[in-house]
Structure formats: structure tokens, C-alpha cells
């Protein structure tokens, strides 16, 4: 059972940047994608950026031209570079990861909390 932990939030200025990290127990070049959502309080949770086995990605439209997601598989380490951040990027983000493409996320992390004031 692999293990996702998350790193890299906190609390940053509107227009500011932060670079989250999300370091797996095992190798993550089994999973079919990787992915990194979020949860505002009284929101759902909903994808935000993934990344493929062999490297395609995706983005949710809030979000897309501001943050970019990466891997290192060597490090079994996926990133999330944020910039530009605004209030509305508030949330908790979750790394997760996808056994295969046709099932949902099935490996979460426990989540680092980003804030953004105004």
C-alpha cells in the first residue's frame, strides 16, 4: 500500500507563488496518473491538475497557464507549481494517484492546507 504525503502549503499573498510536493512510500510509476485536488470548505473536492505514466496532462480551466503539475519518478515525487495564486485557489490540496484509467482516484494523501489573502 503506497503511502502520498504532501508538502508545501501555507499562507501566501494574492499574486505570490508555492511549489507543493507530494512524496509516495513506493514507486509511482505504477499508477496510471497522478493527481492533485482541492477542497474548499462547503465545496467538493475536485481535480486540478494530473499527470499521466507517460507524462501527458490535464487541468482543470481555473486554474490552467497559473499552475503546473511534474513528476520526478526517480524520486517518486510528483509537484504542484502554483503562481500567480489568488483567494479563490484557497483550499486544502490532496495528492492522489490512480491504480488505472478506469477507476477514480484511489490514493489519497491526508492533505496541506494553502491559503491565500487578499
Known amino acids: 500500500q503506497v503511502q502520498l504525503v504532501e508538502s508545501g502549503g501555507g499562507l501566501v499573498q494574492a499574486g505570490g507563488s508555492l511549489r507543493l510536493s507530494c512524496a509516495a512510500s513506493?514507486?509511482?510509476?505504477?499508477?496510471?496518473?497522478m493527481g492533485w485536488h482541492r477542497q474548499a470548505p462547503g465545496n467538493q473536492r475536485d481535480l486540478v491538475a494530473a499527470?499521466?505514466?507517460?507524462?501527458?496532462?490535464n487541468y482543470a480551466d481555473s486554474v490552467k497557464g497559473r499552475f503546473t503539475i511534474s513528476r520526478d519518478n526517480t524520486k517518486n515525487t510528483v509537484y504542484l507549481q502554483m503562481n500567480s495564486l489568488e483567494p479563490e485557489d484557497t483550499a486544502v490540496y490532496y495528492c492522489?494517484?490512480?491504480?488505472?484509467?478506469?477507476?477514480?482516484?484511489?490514493?489519497w494523501g491526508e492533505g496541506t492546507q494553502v491559503t491565500v489573502s487578499s
Open positions: 492522489s494517484a490512480r491504480s488505472t484509467y478506469d477507476r477514480p482516484y484511489d490514493y
Open positions: 499527470i499521466t505514466r507517460g507524462g501527458s496532462t
Open positions: 513506493g514507486s509511482i510509476f505504477g499508477f496510471d496518473a
